[in-house]
């Protein structure tokens, strides 16, 4: 075999090989911009207050954009508990800004990352590759990325405490799916 094929298939192994964050794990850290253009930094943010970290599709999405609104039954108890809700989306900055007026009120204090090159979501191995034949109806509706990178996020969401360690994480390859209210709920009141 080729000594290039055989890279490339060590590496595609590899990072299939490796898992989501799970329960216990410590997370990687994210240091980045967010699309306010204010300086991020998973660890620091998280040593203060523990971080809800959601994975969004983007705004074509109506089961992302479901689960968002639907945050709003707990945004009480993420107040008490002091939660920082940070999303990150490989949408458009564009789309990233409608869905933040439709679905989050002036009272929900969310941070939005644009992961414009997929880096994070590959760094946390929820990164997936839209098929060819669906690249097109990705480049019109404006869902993808920055139109080089044909990769969404799984349906992911990760609750991290101030160790940076994960106390509650949800994938799945089902866009359709995410935890529900009252599970969330219930592993944020255990903080």
């Given at each position: 075999?080729?000594?290039?094929?055989?890279?490339?298939?060590?590496?595609?192994?590899y990072?299939?090989?490796l898992?989501?964050?799970?329960?216990?794990?410590?997370?990687?850290?994210?240091?980045?911009?967010?699309?306010?253009?204010?300086?991020?930094?998973?660890?620091?943010?998280s040593?203060?207050?523990?971080?809800?970290?959601?994975?969004?599709?983007?705004?074509?999405?109506?089961?992302?954009?479901?689960?968002?609104?639907?945050?709003?039954?707990?945004?009480?108890?993420?107040d008490?508990?002091?939660?920082l809700?940070?999303?990150?989306?490989?949408?458009?900055?564009?789309?990233?800004?409608?869905?933040?007026?439709?679905?989050?009120?002036?009272?929900?204090?969310?941070?939005?990352?644009?992961?414009?090159?997929?880096?994070?979501?590959?760094?946390?191995?929820?990164?997936?590759?839209?098929?060819?034949?669906?690249?097109?109806f990705?480049?019109?509706?404006?869902?993808a990325?920055?139109?080089?990178?044909?990769?969404?996020?799984?349906?992911?969401?990760?609750?991290?405490?101030?160790?940076?360690?994960?106390?509650?994480?949800?994938?799945?390859?089902?866009?359709?799916?995410?935890p529900?209210i009252?599970?969330?709920?219930?592993?944020?009141?255990?903080?």
């Open positions: 075999m080729n000594p290039i094929y055989s890279i490339a298939l060590f590496s595609l192994i990072h299939w090989g898992s989501q964050p799970t329960k216990g794990q410590k997370v990687q850290n994210i240091h980045t911009v967010t699309t306010s253009i204010e300086e991020f930094d998973l660890y620091e943010k040593k203060n207050q523990p971080i809800l970290l959601i994975f969004y599709r983007g705004f074509y999405s109506q089961s992302c954009n479901k689960f968002l609104k639907n945050l709003a039954h707990i945004q009480s108890l993420l008490e508990k002091n939660v809700t940070v999303v990150v989306t490989p949408d458009s900055p564009q789309n990233i800004e409608k869905a933040r007026q439709k679905f989050l009120n002036s009272s929900q204090k969310y941070i939005f990352i644009h992961d414009y090159n997929c880096k994070i979501m590959q760094d946390y191995k929820v990164d997936i590759q839209i098929a060819k034949s669906k690249e097109n990705y480049k019109i509706s404006g869902f990325n920055n139109k080089n990178y044909f990769i969404l996020p799984m349906s992911s969401t990760i609750l991290i405490d101030h160790n940076q360690t994960v106390v509650y994480a949800y994938h799945s390859k089902n866009p359709r799916k995410r529900s009252k599970t969330l709920s219930d592993e944020i009141s255990k903080l």
